[in-house]
């Protein structure tokens, strides 16, 4: 028996400030986005719409979002970001007189 | 010094099929959401778009979408969703021909 669709919702569109977390998977680096995305949903539970974790398809890609502002490109840092800069990023577009405790030291 | 964003990119904006599970903060769901996330981009690695984390404000909400379409309602169905019960759900709109083993029985 084919599952149902329970009611068609416009709550599912995306809700801003939005990060996105685009991720290698032949790198197998889906774990390290999914951690980064529950702590900063954990950090900014009341100031974040979502945090979206997206597949990528080319080689070697870790990207990160806040809505149409990247904020960190692998590829150009050659290196991946460490969370606290992450959440500087974040907090910077987001909500900029909020204090990160050990993340701004 | 605050973070300068690197560049602004139209890739963040969000790719279809999409997946969108909201959770009750609160309720401590975060936690649940982020393991059932992580569960669908290992079984549609090549299917999906994106699968988006989203705090709820309203308390018991765990409500999953798939694009437009909510799937899972826990107000409505009175429970979580078992994981093979979101697998099949998501497979019927995004892969309805795709076999997932175990999650079929």
Redesign the interface.
Known sequence: M??Q???????????SP?V?I?YC?GCRW??RA?WM??EL??TF??E????????GSESGVF?V?????????RK?SHRFPELK?IK??VR??VE?EKSLGHSDK
Do not use: F
């Not at 974040?48 to 597949?55: I, S, Y």
């Not at 979002?65 to 490109?73: C, E, F």
């Open positions: 084919r599952t669709p329970v009611v068609c919702s416009l709550d599912s569109s995306p809700k939005r996105l685009e998977t889906g774990l999914a995305a529950q949903l954990v539970e009341k974040l719409g979502e945090v979206a974790l997206r597949p990207n979002w806040v809505d149409s502002q990247q904020v960190w490109n150009e800069e500087r990023a910077d577009i900029p």
